[in-house]
């Protein structure tokens, strides 16, 4: 597969509180992924450089988008973010390629800008100790 732009996402659904799959990829205007690793510094006193081995893996989404009120839109599934304690999957989808994952959302943000957009950001983190794998 050749090199490729972010245009074309195909897929960017996250459960509602009820635990159902709503798709909202077109609500989304621009998001970031990050699967980090945790490092441990286990140099010795023998050692000149740096010696590490790698902890616990991460995972963590910020989705931005166009407030939308619709029923089964974005709107429904984060407005129960600060009252609900369920993990939501969360699945992402570009070029054939999926990352899955349990995450807990922490915040839904509202903005009215000044100039009249209305646009949310919700962060979500990893839930469920699995690690993410993009497949």
Request: aromatic share 8%; net charge negative; proline share 4%.
């Amino acid at each position: 597969m050749p090199k490729q732009s972010g245009l074309g996402w195909t897929t960017c659904s996250v459960d509602d509180a009820a635990g159902s799959a709503k798709a909202i990829v077109n609500d989304v205007t621009n998001l970031q992924i990050s699967t980090p690793r945790g490092v441990q510094d286990v140099t010795g006193l023998d050692k000149f450089a740096y010696e590490r081995i790698l902890l616990l893996a991460d995972s963590s989404v910020t989705l931005n988008g166009v407030f939308n009120p619709t029923t089964d839109a974005s709107h429904d599934v984060f407005k129960t973010v600060t009252s609900s304690n369920v993990a939501r999957t969360t699945t992402l989808t570009i070029a054939s390629k999926t990352l899955a994952s349990e995450l807990l959302f922490t915040d839904y943000n509202l903005t009215r800008a000044q100039t009249g957009e209305f646009t949310w950001s919700a962060p979500g983190v990893l839930s469920d100790g699995t690690i993410p794998t993009w497949a």
